[in-house]
């Protein structure tokens, strides 16, 4: 990754506690900075589209349109973004979406931040920067 670059990340869970622990870890990392957060899916869909991030952070039970609806349609307009699942349910409910969808990792939330750091490192390592 080109150092100096900050990578802009999304948010996305209806949990104000998950956005904020999510929020405060990703500050404390340097390389990204939170360009916005979704309560729920539909709201997700409206800001990615309009803020363009390098990362979507996603979960999976959120109202109005779940996580793998908003993957589905993030994936079908800004193809390049790459999509995190974060959700409470155990990794192998989701590593079907992961194929299915185009998502780069599914993770399970009471897996901590050890396995998200190494996630968004692989997906944001993904990412060409424009020369």
């Known amino acids: 990754m080109n150092a100096g670059k900050c ?3 999304l948010i996305a869970d209806d949990s ?3 956005r904020q622990v999510l929020k405060r870890y990703l500050s404390n990392r ?3 900075v939170v360009c916005g957060e979704a309560v729920n899916g539909r709201e997700a869909v409206q800001r990615a589209m309009a803020l363009k991030p390098d990362l979507v952070l996603l979960d999976l039970a959120m109202p109005e349109l779940n996580g793998a609806e908003v993957a589905s349609v993030l994936k079908g307009a800004m193809p390049e973004t790459r999509i995190i699942l974060f959700t409470m349910y155990r990794e192998n409910v989701g590593k079907y979406l ?3 969808l185009g998502i780069d990792a599914v993770l399970s ?3 901590g931040v050890t396995k998200l750091a190494a996630a968004i490192d692989s997906a944001l390592g993904q ?3 424009p020369t």
């Open 7 to 9: 990578k802009h990340v």
């Open 16 to 18: 104000v506690t998950v």
């Open 98 to 100: 992961s194929s299915a």
């Open 127 to 129: 990412i060409s920067d």
């Open 109 to 111: 939330k009471p897996d």
């Open 30 to 32: 340097g390389d990204v």
